[in-house]
C-alpha cells in the first residue's frame, strides 16, 4: 500500500490566516486598554509573526503503511507514532486531529469552535485532508491487530509528558506574571471595573493551568520511571 499525504490547502491557510488577524487585533485591544503600552510593539510583533508562520510553514501528515507509521510534520518539526499508537481520528473544525495512546493530539483545526461557520463553508472548501480519517483509521486497525497491546498509554512518549507538562506549568506562571502587568490606560469607571475583573479571571486562570501543569508534571515522572521496570 503506498503511502499517503494531507496537508492544508491554502484556502485552508488563507482562512486561518483570516482568523489570525481577529486574533490579533482582539490581543491589541487588550494591550492598548490594560497593558503598559511599552508592550504594546513587542507583543504584537511576536504573536503577528506566529500567526504568519502557522499559515505559511509547511505541515501535514505522511501515513506510511509499509513502516508501520504516520508522521506528523510542522516545519523544522516532526513526530513519528506507530500505527498501532494511534487511538482516534477525526474531523476538528475544518481540519482533522490525530489522537495517540500516550495522551497527545495533534492538528491543525481552524475554527474549530464556531460550528455553524464550519457547517456553511466545508461543502465549499477543499481542506486537504480528505479522506484522512478513514485511511489511518483503517491503517491503524489493521497494525492493532497485529499488536493488540500497541495502543496502551504509556507505551511511548514519557520524556515528552515530562517536557509537556514543564512547558504548561511554566506557561502558567507567565500568565500570571501577566496578571501583575495589567492596570487600566484610560480613564473611565467602565475601563477600571473591566480590568479588575480582567486581573482577577487572569489570576484564577493562571493559578488553574499551574496545578494541572504541576499534577501532569508530577503524574509523567512517576510513569518515566516507572517505565524501565514494567
Sequence with gaps: MPPERWGPSWGLRVL???QGIVDVGLLGVLLWFFFPHVLLVPVMAV???????????????????????VAITFAFWARRVPLAQVTRVKQAGLGAEISTGDGWSYGFTPFAKRRRLV????PRLRTGFEGMETAITRAAAVARGDDPD?????????????LAAGLLTGFGLL???TAML???QASGALVHVAAHLLTALSWLVGAVIVLIGVGLLGQAWRDRRAAPAS
Excluded: H, N, Y
Aim: with cysteine; charged share 10%; net charge positive.
Design 16 to 18: 486561518a490566516g483570516v
Design 182 to 184: 495589567i492596570q487600566p
Design 119 to 122: 457547517t456553511w463553508l466545508r
Design 175 to 177: 500568565w500570571l506574571a
Design 150 to 162: 500497541a495502543r496502551l498509554p504509556g507505551k511511548t512518549g514519557s520524556a515528552c509528558g515530562v
Design 47 to 69: 504573536a503577528a509573526t506566529g500567526f504568519v508562520a502557522i499559515c505559511i510553514l509547511p505541515s501535514g501528515v505522511l501515513l506510511d503503511p509499509g513502516r508501520g507509521e
